[in-house]
């Protein structure tokens, strides 16, 4: 079954730092592209950061540049963001979510929820 | 930044009958442009690529539409699953969503 699963949400204090990871399952990681969304509480989703198959390209949107660094290990077959400076309004669930091949996201985690707050 | 604007926010519908939701680009996105669907405490789920191709799994009645700045997304016939939040993403330019349409129950 093709899978993916994150982990490392929590309780952080403003100007902390967290390491999300998403581990996955069922098909050949090191051939996609991966992504990292992330969705406010009662909020829409917004694109984070984006990865190529052998991390030779990376993007981050401007709301997280500086701050956020993502990051892959194919031998692991894990992605991951390591997020720094964190502020309330990075307060979201934290989706990991496969390219389809140069499109659309097709396959997405369950997401793990981060919140900033003193 | 390409901007995705979805219309209307909120659209009440009945069972049986169809929905109709908008989405348009601030500039061309070509065929680039995704539908997804997300029920309360789920992630979202591929229904649309390519502006008009269904992803696997997905029911016919639902289609999409569109190219360049104007997209649509039909439910051709609602079924009590259908009842979520949609979204419509353009991947021409990077990546952004837009602000989504609720389809809820008349």
């Known amino acids: 079954e093709v899978q993916l699963v994150e982990s490392g949400g929590g309780l952080v204090k403003p100007g902390g730092s967290l390491r999300l990871s998403c581990a996955a399952s069922?098909?050949?990681?090191?051939?996609?592209?991966m992504n990292w969304v992330r969705q406010a509480p009662g909020k829409g989703l917004e694109w984070v950061s984006s990865?190529?198959?052998?991390?030779?390209?990376?993007y981050y949107a401007d709301s997280v540049k500086g701050r956020f660094t993502i990051s892959r290990d194919n031998a692991k077959n894990s992605l991951y963001l390591q997020m720094n400076s964190l502020r309330a309004e990075d307060t979201a669930v934290y989706y990991c979510a496969r390219t389809r091949t140069g499109d659309a996201f097709d396959i997405w985690g369950q997401g793990t929820m981060v919140t900033v707050s003193s | 930044e390409i901007v995705m604007t979805q219309s209307p926010a909120t659209l009440s519908v009945s069972p049986g009958e169809r929905a109709t939701l908008s989405c348009r680009a601030s500039q061309s996105v070509s065929s680039n442009l995704a539908w997804y669907q997300q029920k309360p405490g789920q992630a979202p789920r591929l229904l649309i690529y390519?502006?008009?191709t269904r992803a696997t799994g997905i029911p016919a009645r639902f289609s999409g539409s569109g190219s360049g700045t104007e997209f649509t997304l039909t439910i051709s016939s609602l079924q009590s699953e259908d009842f979520a939040v949609y979204y419509c993403?353009?991947?021409?330019?990077?990546?952004?969503f837009g602000q989504g349409t609720k389809v809820e129950i008349k």
């Open positions: 993403q353009q991947y021409n330019n990077w990546w952004t």
């Open positions: 069922g098909f050949t990681f090191s051939s996609y592209s």
């Open positions: 990865i190529s198959s052998s991390s030779s390209y990376i």
């Open positions: 390519g502006a008009s």
